[in-house]
């Protein structure tokens, strides 16, 4: 790891993908619980300390923070760094790093 940025990321990016993988799969099996426990779940990893201390030297807490608020508003992602109408499931695994 080179510096604190990366290992933020790079942690940040193996919560965040897990929490959006549940999330996509209680959305097409429908468990609204599971739903609300994974937006629940990014919110929190949007607003978290090692976010607040990364947004200085990057981009990677703005696009962690449009996902989360994507989950919560519908799936569509939208913001500075989304490129046209892409959707959570779509863009998740390249936008964050996560693994394919």
């Given amino acids: 790891m080179r510096d604190r940025y990366q290992l933020g990321a790079q942690i ?25 426990e994974a937006v629940q779940a990014m919110t929190a990893v949007a607003g978290s300390r090692v976010l607040r201390q990364m947004d200085s030297s990057g981009a990677y807490p703005t696009v962690v923070r449009e996902f989360a608020g994507a989950m919560a508003h ?20 390249s936008s964050l790093g996560c693994a394919q």
């Fill in 74 to 93: 519908g799936g569509n992602v939208v913001g500075p760094y989304a490129i046209g109408d892409q959707t959570v499931e779509d863009s998740y695994r």
């Fill in 12 to 36: 940040v990016s193996s919560v965040s993908c897990g929490w959006i993988t549940r999330w996509i799969s209680a959305k097409r099996t429908g468990n609204a619980l599971q739903v609300a």
